[in-house]
């Protein structure tokens, strides 16, 4: 990062973005990308670049982009949502999705777009469901957005090149922190002409940033050499969801991927800061808690974290 070549990235001439980008739009198979701050401004920037005021979206119902990001295609590009059920694998219901497209009439707004996202909860939806989502935005000429944040464990998980997964999309968004490491950033890339919008929103967000090749470098060594290793963090989630199952007083919910979802039997209370006493620092939400892998956490760890939820739990 100290070495990265820098320029001014609000006029486009900073080398370590533009590799950034260019690297990424190629290993997703689209034709131009943008570097955004997070998650977030990129599925919002998405969301603006493929809908109008008064257009609608079809969203998961739990979906990060309708649940998490602050209503920001309502509030700030006037864009309803369209909430879809999910199904178990994270893929939407295309029969209801259907159902909900409307009809072009005055009284209706005007679907634009269909969204999904992959990995869920840790949960991968496979390409076949991916498929099925493009013919049904084929169909009813609407755009089709992933929120791939997860995309790289989806891939690793499915054992398909990142490429594979993007390549029904006209726009796909990742994320280069979480799972990879990197300390900030997202890409989102698709079709010259969306980008190209994305970027003018990304700008009215105040989301262009100048000497910021500083991060865009570590962005590229996450891609580099943060990919392949999730199959590590894949392995230590299912060796801490092996853990919980054999202590008394915790139940496995599920894991998938990097992620595990577990919920005590008996009053929770007392047990995080109990844990932190023990030097491990967890969140419970009531009796649950959602433990997420990552390339800071490795094997000797886990067993770090059981035993202090083993002694805490059952003294
Ligand atoms: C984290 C996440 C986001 C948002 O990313 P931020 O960088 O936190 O804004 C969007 N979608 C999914 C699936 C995520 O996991």
């Known amino acids: 990062m100290a070495a990265a070549d820098v320029g001014d990235d609000v006029f486009g001439d900073d080398p370590t973005v533009l590799d950034l980008e260019s690297h990424t739009a190629e290993l997703l198979g689209k034709e131009a990308a943008v570097f955004v701050s997070s998650g977030t401004q990129s599925n919002l920037c998405a969301l603006l670049a493929h809908c109008q005021r008064g257009d609608e979206y079809l969203v998961g119902d739990r979906a990060h982009t309708y649940m998490f990001e602050g209503g920001g295609a309502a509030v700030l590009g006037s864009i309803q949502p369209q909430t879809v059920p999910m199904l178990s694998s994270g893929m939407l219901d295309l029969d209801i999705a259907k159902l909900a497209i409307k009809p072009d009439d005055t009284h209706f707004a005007r679907t634009r777009l269909l969204c999904l996202e992959n990995t869920t909860d840790g949960r991968v939806i496979g390409l076949e469901d991916l498929c099925a989502g493009r013919e049904l935005a084929d169909q009813h000429g609407l755009g089709y957005h992933l929120d791939g944040a997860r995309l ?125 006493r023990r030097g491990v620092q967890t969140r419970w939400l009531g009796k649950q808690s959602r433990m997420v892998l990552h390339l800071d956490v490795d094997e000797g760890e886990i067993e770090t974290v059981l035993t202090a939820i083993r002694s805490e739990l059952n003294g």
């Open 152 to 276: 790289w464990n989806a891939s690793i998980a499915l054992g398909v090149a990142p490429i594979d997964i993007a390549a029904p999309f006209d726009t796909v968004s990742v994320c280069l922190s979480k799972g990879l490491g990197a300390p900030v950033g997202s890409v989102l890339v698709g079709s010259a002409p969306l980008i190209t919008e994305a970027r003018k929103w990304r700008k009215m967000l105040g989301g262009a940033m100048r000497q910021v090749g500083i991060i865009a470098a570590a962005g590229r060594h996450a891609i580099d050499n943060h990919i392949e290793r999730l199959a590590d963090d894949h392995r230590n989630a299912q060796l801490l969801a092996e853990g919980f199952n054999a202590i008394d007083g915790i139940e496995l919910e599920s894991q998938n991927t990097n992620m595990v979802f577990v919920r005590t039997t008996t009053d929770a209370s007392g047990l995080e800061q109990g844990l932190l």
